[in-house]
């Protein structure tokens, strides 16, 4: 699972800036592939018979689209990573009793939850899934007009944010809490 712990190692930004870091190389290897096709287009449409130089031109584009496949395969290792990091257990999405909660008086008790987004300060989503549900919280992986709260984070998937829209238009009372009120809320009632 070399990607789930490269993932974990790193903050959200870096995150961000390691993919864009992957779509610039991707970017500059095309423009390189597009230089080579426009220097050596006459040796390769077989106006110019030249085997040394495009040999050449074959290798070079050859070269350039193997760091694009190595690119494209980093963003799937990113893609993953971040599949690895959101996904939650059975155990994390299955309600415990109410007798034994930590905390009945914290707002996640018996609300049904849903986690969306990135949050830095779990960036294994399980992580507060299992700090949720142990003061009563009833874990969800999508919104439903049984939905209670929300802790949306970073890059919160478009379609959930419509959900809530649409639910709340017909009068379903989904509280929408981001990370930093999110922090608040785990100080203020001493959730560890």
Known sequence: MYFCSWYQKITAKERNMKRK????????????MMNILSVYSDTLSGVTEDPLRYQL???LLDKNAAEIRQHINGLRGYRFSTYAATKLSADAKKPIEASE???Q????FQSRVVITGMLSSFPEREQLAML?????????????GKTNIVIMGVGAGPSKIKKISEYQEKGHDIRVIHEEELLEILKEYEMK
């Open 132 to 144: 949720l549900r142990k003061y009563g919280a009833d874990i969800n992986t999508s919104i439903s």
């Open 105 to 108: 008086s914290t707002p996640f």
């Open 57 to 59: 031109a074959v290798e």
């Open 21 to 32: 870091e992957i779509i610039t190389n991707i970017r500059n290897r095309c423009n390189d």
């Open 101 to 103: 909660v930590a905390n």
